[in-house]
């Protein structure tokens, strides 16, 4: 799915290609086929998003993991296949509510979650997700109250070291 924007400042042209090659419905990414710094796609490519706050996009879904969306689309828009990216999502924080269950986020907030569709988009595209289970119990939610796609952990303050020993690159959300 590609996207214009007619008026994008700062682009000169006045149209600023957006496309969705891996997560249709989230993360645009603007192509720039010569870019420096691309990743190889022969490569193995791990890392840990660490995901702790509740900003919104204007659609309301959560803006890190919209994020997430992106670096799975600028990955596979440069030829990073599914088997070669490994992206897991830490949730921990004001972030915690994001692993709910619909029907768990619908009886606590009273309205549908925002974000179902993106966690099954990012779940499809190979993202795995972890909530922090010491969030979980901070918040008063518990495990059977998680959704489909995301894991409990035990803390955030292992799963992300954990995941680093794994060899998984930290990018703080």
Same mark, same amino acid.
């Given at each position: ?8 400042? =700062?682009?000169?042209? @006045? ?11 989230? @993360? ?31 659609? =309301? ?17 440069? =030829?990073?296949?599914? #088997? ?50 010491? #969030?979980?119990?901070?918040? @008063? ?5 998680? =959704? ?26």
């Amino acid at each position: 799915m590609a996207y214009a924007a007619s008026d994008d400042p =700062g682009t000169g042209s @006045g149209q600023t290609e957006w496309i969705n090659p891996v997560v249709k419905d989230y @993360g645009k990414m603007h192509p720039v086929p010569d870019g420096a710094l691309t990743p190889d796609p022969k490569k193995d490519w791990k890392i840990v998003f660490d995901v702790g706050g509740d900003k919104t996009m204007e659609d =309301g879904v959560n803006a890190a993991l919209w994020h997430v969306a992106r670096a799975v689309n600028v990955y596979g828009n440069a =030829g990073v296949d599914k #088997a070669h990216r490994k992206f897991a999502v830490v949730l921990h924080g004001a972030a915690t509510k994001l692993a709910l269950s619909p029907e768990a986020y619908k009886k606590k907030f009273g309205n549908d979650d925002p974000d179902t569709k993106l966690k099954k988009e990012l779940a499809e595209a190979g993202v795995t997700l972890y909530v922090c289970g010491q #969030a979980l119990a901070d918040h @008063g939610f518990s495990e059977d109250q998680v =959704g489909p796609n995301v894991d409990v952990a035990l803390s955030a303050l292992a799963a992300v070291p954990v995941l680093e020993s794994q060899g998984y690159q930290l990018f703080p959300m």
